[in-house]
């Protein structure tokens, strides 16, 4: 498992709308999970936890930060994984907490990447 290949899979996302699309087009997070590896992707949620940490604090501005901070979102809820990831609520309840500061994966910023 590799952070570089958290970082790859970021930038990746973060540059090709086809390629975030065929995440939806697998399903459930299992599934999602399942598409990020057969992408040629090896990483731990806490390795692109930390990925996005780093991204975050080299964002050259508000608007690059908000992009990661969303893109960060998405994978949580896509993925199942992180605060928002257990799957067990599903996309209304983590669109609505995202907004509220308490929301772990949200930073208070409501949002959806497409």
Partial sequence: ???????R???RC?????FRSEAYEAGDAPAVRAWVASSGYDFT???AD???NSLLLR????DEASE??????WYSLVAG??????GSRGTAACAACAGKSSCAAGNGRAGALA
């Fill in 1 to 7: 498992m590799s952070r570089i290949d958290a970082f």
């Fill in 9 to 11: 899979f970021i930038a």
């Fill in 14 to 18: 973060r540059i090709d709308a086809g």
């Fill in 45 to 47: 949620f806490a390795e």
């Fill in 50 to 52: 930390d990925a996005f």
């Fill in 59 to 62: 964002s050259v501005d508000d």
């Fill in 68 to 73: 990661i901070a969303e893109l960060r979102r």
């Fill in 81 to 86: 994984e992180g605060p928002c990831g257990d």
